[in-house]
């Protein structure tokens, strides 16, 4: 991305914009926003072993190597923070050191803090943890919706762009774990309904970028990218069936035109600001520019 355009998001008033940089996530309780998202995907990716291995007990009742690494705590933070409510925290204990103690806010599985995790939770903690994933690992707040967890009218208001749908579930056994997004109206309004600047294989889309990087071989890194979550603009598939309010419902494991697949209703939609949806758009299609010669003109106007 050129410096001019760098600077030019940047200035967006901060009502529009609250882009972070830092490299740690700040301090929630003193921002007032519901969550900052930056974990690695391979701290997500690599954890399903870990995770399932918790999901047996109360959050925090069972040790875990997951605590004594820096891509473990990172996953334990956000995995607190989805599962618990604000008011509540789980501790792990570390080798060599102080427990660990984690404190929750979006509580989405708030049974967990006393037994073991069930299945309809798992998968929408894993959405959320989903949700969290920023292939560049540079945190921005996210507004995080789902069947359990609305927004208020000023949160609806400071995060209006729908960024993507998340689903899937982490915690199954090793061969029936699978992560599905599928992106939304904000990204397809500007980048049109296949989201990304091309059809031609072999170029990756919003999403790739997004989850994870422009290099050979990562194309999709893992999670399996679903396309539109609706037919924006008259396009040719979809994930879902329907949206209800922000939430999607009934949303397949591949496009339900191309064909028949499970469904999943335990989904969460990522919101975000417009100024750092248009930094994240921006970023993408000069990564695309810079390493395969496609560029575009890219139109923010619908989204600022």
């Known amino acids: 991305m050129s410096h001019a355009l760098r600077v030019a998001l940047a200035a967006l008033p901060l009502a529009v914009c609250a882009c972070s940089t830092a490299e740690d996530k700040p301090d929630l309780e ?8 930056g974990l690695a995907p391979e701290a997500l990716l690599q954890s399903g072993n870990a995770l399932r291995a918790l999901a047996g007990a109360r959050l925090g009742g069972v040790t875990t190597e997951l605590a004594n690494s820096t891509d473990g705590q990172a996953l334990l933070t956000d995995l607190v923070r989805c599962s618990l409510p604000t008011g509540q925290t789980a501790s792990f204990q570390r080798n060599g050191g102080p427990a660990l103690v984690l404190p929750g806010l979006i509580g989405l599985a708030p049974s967990w803090r006393n037994g073991a995790i069930g299945e309809t939770d ?13 292939g560049r690992e540079v945190p921005f707040p996210i507004s995080v919706r789902s069947a359990r967890r609305s927004a208020d009218l000023l949160e609806k208001l400071t995060f209006p762009a ?32 296949r989201g990304g600047v091309s059809d031609s294989l072999g170029v990756p889309n919003y999403l790739d970028i997004r989850f994870c990087s422009i290099r050979d071989g990562e194309e999709g890194c893992g999670f399996n990218l679903v396309g539109a979550c609706l037919r924006f603009r008259n396009g040719p598939t979809q994930a879902c069936e329907s949206q209800s309010g922000n939430i999607f419902n009934r949303c397949h494991e591949r496009p339900i035109q191309q064909a028949s697949t499970p469904s999943h209703n335990e989904t969460v939609s990522v919101y975000l600001q417009p100024g750092d949806l248009a930094l994240l758009l921006s970023e993408y299609t000069a990564d695309v520019c810079d390493a395969l010669g496609i560029c575009i003109d890219l139109d923010l106007g619908g989204i600022l």
Request: aromatic fraction near 12%; proline fraction near 2%; charge should be negative.
């Open 162 to 193: 729908e960024e993507m749908a998340v689903y899937g579930n982490l915690f199954a056994p090793a061969s029936e774990r699978e992560l599905f997004a599928c992106f939304g109206a904000a990204v397809a309004q500007t980048l049109g309904s």
């Open 30 to 37: 003193e921002t007032g926003l519901v969550s900052f998202n």
């Open 122 to 134: 798992q998968r929408f903690v894993t959405a959320c943890l989903m949700a969290h994933v920023n």
